[in-house]
């Protein structure tokens, strides 16, 4: 038998910038009711950029809610019903003023399944080409480039204490040992 | 120059069963003012746990945002100041009715930093023993065991959708590979 479970009755707490918060009423498999808290949102994507002597962009930033800058790939939220390579390239060319000739999707991961809808696509991109910055009104950051292989030796140090960083990173390093693509150098 | 923001005023706008929403007005860099939604949230822990025939240790279970069963790691979150090995030793015996020999950290992660402060340990357990399930009221699942190698596969082929299950599972082949841990077979 499949686990699930049934809405029943809903409201909106709260809808702002990024987010929806919604407040369900839900009947388990038991029989039973519960509430669940669920906080929708559009989707995002990161990427996995490397240029022509194999760096990882990665890109410097403070994040409000653990007060403090960490090192993450460049990524951003889905505009509206914007494809996942639209927006991947949008904010790819945005944060790190790169455009890429090859832009391949390699996974997808769900943040937080227990409260949460958002859905990350991840993409390899190699084949850099210059481009601006177009940062957002609220948006600092600084691009740091750093050698592929020392950035998986830093995920594995716990150095990358971002969730997709750190899967975009193993994820692209799987594939590249199992030589679904080139190394650049 | 670091990258910060700085917080001039705050609401709860909701606090609830799992997560309590924030809306704080902060101040940027650049010295403009915007608005930041904060989820916070207490933590939680995961774990990547082998048996002695190398086999991991999932679970399936319901997850309301997304409306899908889907596999992932035993996980829980911290009860109030509980340690994460405390806490990870309590959710995989209370999910898969096991205890464990050995119990090591591994990683941890930030699930979405642009708007929740959740932090993940994640540790890697072996040498299990029984025990007895024992799940919150509001929780169903199955456990289902798969080899270790082949829990890599489908995180390769983008058939395990949890990040924490995939960061999880990324790692732990990496540092088994390296061999920090032994390969139980």
């Known amino acids: 038998m499949p686990h699930t479970e049934k809405k029943l009755a809903g409201e909106t707490v709260y809808s702002g910038k990024i987010l929806r918060l919604e407040r369900d009423q839900v009947l388990l498999e038991n029989g039973h009711q519960t509430v669940r808290e669920v906080v929708r949102h559009n989707g995002a994507v990161c990427i996995v950029a ?13 994040r409000y809610p653990y007060a403090q800058e960490i090192l993450e790939l460049p990524a951003g939220k889905r505009d509206g019903d914007e494809t996942p390579e639209t927006c991947g390239r949008r904010e790819l060319e945005e944060e790190t003023a790169c455009t890429a000739a ?4 390699i996974g997808a991961l769900y943040t937080t399944p227990a409260f949460c809808d958002e859905t990350i696509h991840i993409f390899y991109a190699w084949g850099l080409g210059p481009s601006s910055q177009h940062l957002d009104d609220d948006e600092f950051l600084t ?25 975009g990173i193993l994820l692209a390093h799987q594939l590249r040992e199992g030589g679904r693509f080139p190394k650049q150098s």
Do not use: S
């Open 102 to 105: 090859h832009f391949e999707k």
């Open 143 to 167: 691009v740091e480039k750093v050698p592929f292989a020392q950035a998986v030796k830093m995920v594995l140090a716990g150095e990358i204490p971002d969730a997709k960083t750190q899967t």
């Open 50 to 62: 490397v240029d022509e002597k194999d760096n990882l962009l990665l890109v410097r930033q403070y």
